[in-house]
């Protein structure tokens, strides 16, 4: 059994790819450093991350695939599934040895595989953009913590950059510990050394908050009460279409 050693990165992924067409050897399982070895594993290979290999697989591979395809593999990446890298290693190089694209051959389990990954990554995406909840802080700006079953976090900074452009905010995801901060111009991702309580809990203190934040969240509150009708309350649908584990990020779900 050959094993690839790599960094875990998306381009380290693709220059995996690379090297093994160039070595002629293709992996039966892919590693991080210091990761233990799988079983009856015999010879492995430690791949160096290289910026212009892993473009030159890229770029062959836009020649080869459509938007929607592309856009899968980096949605697929995103989801961080055990074994992801395997399955998306196996997927290109499927594509790479075909003469044209197999993206639409259901029959072929990998291929099946990334399309379901594909859409529930993409349902991630989208529930993030509906249950995503901003604080106003007291230098005005606007915070809101996250914690996705996936990485989709990068899938929806385009979205927000453009619906709140004239507006500093950050989103935070408190589950990879990183975010992305918006000044007014650009977006930047960033990650904190010291972590204070906000960042934890995902709820900004009464001394971080802005003055008036706690009147309108009140607001918020006692309209969303007021909008419900109680004859037609459904607590299973609506679990079903407001995932328990979003709740304590609402504020409409807090008392």
Known sequence: MITFI???TFEGLLTAVFDAYFRKTFPEALVTEGEPLPLFCDETYTVISDSEKSERVWKGLQKKLSRTALSALTACWLSELPEIDMLLFRYM?????????VEMNFGDPDVLEIAKIYKKVGCERERVLQFLRFQKAVDGTYFA?????YNVLSLVVSHFQDRFADQKWLIYDLKREYGYYYDLSTVTEVRFEEKESHLLTGVLSEDLMMHDEKLFQQMWKEYFKSIAIKERINPRLHRQHLPVRFWKYLTEKQK
Do not use: H, L, T, V
Not at 145 to 149: G, K, R, V
């Open 6 to 8: 790599y960094d875990k």
């Open 145 to 149: 913590a996250i914690e996705p079953m």
């Open 93 to 101: 190089r499927k594509n790479i040895d075909s003469p044209k694209s």
